[in-house]
């Protein structure tokens, strides 16, 4: 009879907590609700502007992208350094 609880506590001790770590785990689409919803609370959105951004956020457009709107259009002159033409040959 010891035997057999004994054996009983040791399995639960090894299950149990097993269970418990498979209860804890958090589904893909629920992650990046509540990461699209931390970013919404960062960003001060509310209304309209936040459910556009969920929309976007959670199809997975907004989570890793900064908010372009606030941020002017990019110039030319920010695409880098341009290669000049090269003057090897021509004299």
Same mark, same amino acid.
């Given at each position: 009879?010891?035997?057999?609880?004994?054996?009983?506590?040791?399995?639960?001790?090894?299950?149990?907590?097993?269970?418990?770590?498979?209860?804890? %785990?958090? *589904?893909?689409? =629920?992650?990046?609700?509540? +990461?699209?919803?931390? &970013?919404?609370?960062?960003?001060?959105?509310?209304?309209?502007?936040?459910?556009?951004?969920?929309?976007?956020?959670?199809?997975?457009?907004?989570?890793?992208?900064?908010? %372009?709107? *606030?941020?002017? =259009?990019?110039?030319?002159? +920010?695409?880098?350094? &341009?290669?000049?033409?090269?003057?090897?040959?021509?004299?």
């Amino acid at each position: 009879m010891s035997t057999l609880l004994v054996t009983l506590v040791v399995l639960l001790s090894t299950v149990v907590p097993a269970l418990a770590a498979e209860e804890k %785990r958090v *589904s893909p689409q =629920a992650q990046r609700m509540k +990461d699209c919803n931390a &970013q919404a609370h960062d960003r001060a959105l509310a209304g309209d502007a936040r459910k556009q951004f969920m929309s976007d956020c959670l199809k997975g457009g907004g989570s890793d992208r900064p908010d %372009r709107s *606030s941020q002017p =259009a990019a110039s030319p002159s +920010d695409a880098g350094p &341009q290669s000049e033409p090269s003057s090897q040959g021509t004299k």
